[in-house]
């Protein structure tokens, strides 16, 4: 079973820096990307980056860009997401996800429980 464990969310100023993990389990963590994705209340959720342990490849959003890393530690079957540089707007509940590297639809199936960021201006 594909279980997904996000940690790290808090209170944070602008300006300051967190870090979320998300602790993975029950696949073959090279044969997967795995994503972050946010939604903020009222609006849609969106993606705001995923990686590819296998090559360590990865994609951010436009908005996040510069200021967010995706990390792995496959001997640990972790993803991170270091953030800085935070804005008001990074506000969220941020969510991983998994889906196999090849899913031709780029739709993630599995998701772990959202952690909360709240960035005060």
């Known amino acids: 079973e594909v279980q997904l464990q996000a940690s790290g969310g808090g209170l944070v100023q602008a300006g300051g820096s967190l870090r979320l993990s998300c602790a993975a389990s029950?696949?073959?963590?090279?044969?997967?990307?795995l994503g972050w994705f946010r939604q903020a209340p009222g609006k849609e959720r969106e993606a705001v980056s995923s990686?590819?342990?296998?090559?360590?490849?990865?994609v951010y959003a436009d908005s996040v860009k510069g200021r967010f890393t995706m990390s792995s530690d496959d001997a640990k079957n972790t993803v991170y997401l270091q953030m800085s540089s935070l804005k008001p707007e990074d506000t969220a509940v941020y969510y991983c996800?998994?889906?196999?590297?090849?899913?031709?639809?780029?739709?993630?199936?599995?998701w772990g429980q959202g952690t909360q960021v709240t960035v005060s201006s």
């Open positions: 029950g696949f073959n963590f090279d044969e997967y990307v």
């Open positions: 996800a998994a889906r196999r590297i090849f899913t031709p639809s780029g739709v993630y199936p599995h």
């Open positions: 990686i590819s342990p296998y090559d360590g490849s990865t």
